[in-house]
Structures are given as C-alpha cells and as structure tokens.
C-alpha cells in the first residue's frame, strides 16, 4: 500500500471510520507482528505491542506525516513498545524448559548426543546475538530479516544511514568473533571425545 493511500485511510481514520481502520489493519498488522515477534519470543506480549501499536494509529492517525514510508514510521511506534517491554522483562527459566529439554534428548533420529550437540549450537548462535547491544541486535534484524533498506532502518533507530552501517558493520564483527570462539570451544569438546 503506497503513502497516498495510507494518508488517505488516515485521514478517514480521523473521522472515526473503523472500515478504514480495518483496511489499514490488515495492510500492516503482519509485517507488524513479524518484527515484533523476532523482538519478543512472547507471542501474547507480540500480540499485545502490535495492538497498542495499532491502537496509536487510531488514537492519533495525524501523528504520521507521510515523510517517511508509513511501514517504516509504524514499525518505529513499534520498536519504542518493544524496548519498553524489554526493560521491564526479567529471565525466565520454567518447568516447561526441563520437559522441552527431556523430548530433545529421547527425540527419534539422532542420538542423544548429536541433538544436544545442534541444541548447544542453536542456542550458542542465539547468545552470540543476545550479546549485541539492542541497537546492532535490532539493525541486523531490521535488514536481514526484515529486509528493509538501510534508509529506512535509519529512520527506524532515529539515526544516520552511515551509523546504520557502522552498527552493520560492528555487529557482524561481533558475530563472527563470538562464533569463532564457540567453535574452538566446540572444537576441543571435539577432541576430547
């Protein structure tokens, strides 16, 4: 959906039109919910931003101005929700874990070892990206999963396209570094067998 047609359905929305709402809604709501849901591995709390997100759309639709792309806006109304749910988040370790844990290992295909092997791997990748600071975790999201342009993950992070690339830049180093060492942990796990 093209900037005119969402300023036009804004304006509508301004006059209290729900059809319009609804139209809007269902443009956006699922791009919406992907990066959201890459932010918070809750889907009732993705769920949740993603309608406050929405609802700011129908509380204040003149807020977007149309200079920039309203998808770029929007997922920036977003991105403030995800980082207030982050601040207040606490880690959370739950039975279901162990039970998910007990599956993995009398899982059928793989010994036990080879699967706890991949899980160690999936889970070290995913640590090494929990290592990035919110800012170049959030901006390798935003072009590799999202693929958004860099243009608009810098309106997005509300900074320069050359910091956007900066954070690019440094967070695959960062990547790359991390990963290297898991695997020459991995490595001499290797050889101890």
């Keep these: 959906m093209d900037n005119d047609e969402v300023l036009r359905l804004l304006a509508l929305i301004a006059q209290g039109d729900e059809p319009a709402f609804k139209a809007l809604y269902r443009a956006f709501s699922r791009r919406l919910y992907a990066y959201v849901s890459k ?3 809750d889907a009732a709390q993705a769920e949740e ?13 003149t807020r977007f101005r149309g200079e920039a792309l309203f998808s770029t806006w929007l997922i920036g109304v977003a991105r403030n929700k995800v980082l207030m749910a982050w601040r207040g988040r606490k880690p959370d370790h739950t039975h279901e874990d162990i039970e998910d844990f007990a599956e993995l290992i ?3 295909g793989h010994d036990g070892f080879d ?8 889970e070290s990748v995913l640590q090494c990206v929990q290592r990035l600071s919110d800012d170049h975790r959030e901006c390798i999201h935003l072009v590799f999963y999202q693929g958004m ?10 900074c320069p396209e050359n910091t956007v690339k900066t954070r690019l830049f ?3 180093k960062k990547l ?3 990963l290297r060492v898991m695997l020459s942990r991995e ?3 290797e050889a101890a067998k």
């Design 39 to 41: 932010q918070i591995d």
């Design 49 to 61: 931003i993603v309608a406050d997100t929405l609802y700011e759309v129908w509380r204040a639709p």
């Design 106 to 108: 009398a899982g059928d």
């Design 115 to 122: 699967t706890l092997a991949e899980r160690q791997r999936k």
């Design 149 to 158: 342009a860099l243009a608009d993950v810098a309106q997005v992070q509300a």
């Design 170 to 172: 440094h967070a695959r």
């Design 176 to 178: 790359e570094h991390c």
């Design 187 to 189: 490595g001499v796990m």
